[in-house]
């Protein structure tokens, strides 16, 4: 999927006059934040075509990022999880009946605020999140994201306002993009080995389909 820009994100509690400050305040990283180019993300896809692969699934990575703002809000009566976007459209050819989408949906820093006062310095943030999508009913099979705690920020070391290049500030959004990719790969390959799933004569005399429900099963949906 299509990254965001990076933004300096603010939280706690500010009034509008606030809010206009802290962001006055915040001009020149923020500034920063949107030079930066945060698709090595998108390597993440990498290592999870590496292991499907190993585990007998035709599995690829696609040539362009899936950009959802394209696609056409999806309505169901059927109960169950659908994507919010359809993105059968992508399958219409046939060769693709699952896809994964691996995204970020918020990176840059995060400050707190009471009022117009810093409670602190700006911390790396980076949250990432994970979908398997059947291509023929727009059902999600899996999904995962973090939760927002302290789990998905990285401390800055050392000084953090060195303008222009903000080095430490950027050095930490670069830990914070590592840590959302291996949340991917935990959720989806670690919770549970995927040799319980896929070393049986079940799941190697499964059809395509009736694989890919077993692999969301063994992935903790």
Not at 48 to 62: I, P, T
Not at 67 to 72: E, G, K, Y
Not at 90 to 103: E, R
Not at 160 to 178: F, G, H, K
Request: charged share 20%; net charge negative.
């Amino acid at each position: 999927m299509v990254i965001p820009p990076l933004q300096a994100y603010r939280g706690g509690s500010q009034g509008l006059l606030d809010e206009a400050i802290n962001s006055a305040m915040s001009e020149g990283l923020g500034a920063h934040l949107q030079t930066l180019d945060a698709s090595r993300f998108h390597t993440v896809a990498d290592e999870y075509v590496e292991k499907l692969n190993a585990w007998g699934f035709s599995a690829r990575r696609l040539p362009l990022p899936v950009d959802l703002a394209s696609l056409p809000a999806f309505k169901s009566e059927s109960s169950g999880e659908f994507a919010e976007r359809d993105l059968r459209s992508l399958g219409a050819s046939g060769d693709i009946d699952t896809l994964i989408l691996l995204s970020v949906y918020q990176c840059g820093t995060l400050r707190s605020y009471y009022a117009f006062i810093p409670l602190g310095a700006p911390v790396a943030i980076c949250m990432s999140k994970g979908e398997m999508i059947d291509l023929k009913t727009n059902a999600v099979r899996w999904r995962a994201y973090p939760e927002m705690d302290a789990s998905v920020t990285v401390k800055v070391s050392g000084e953090w306002d060195e303008p222009p290049d903000y080095r430490n500030v950027t050095a930490a959004i670069a830990q914070a993009i590592t840590h959302a990719q291996g949340f991917l790969v935990k959720e989806f390959f670690g919770k549970r080995p995927l040799s319980a799933c896929t070393d049986t004569p079940g799941f190697r005399n499964a059809s395509a389909a009736e694989r890919d429900q077993m692999l969301a099963s063994c992935s903790g949906q």
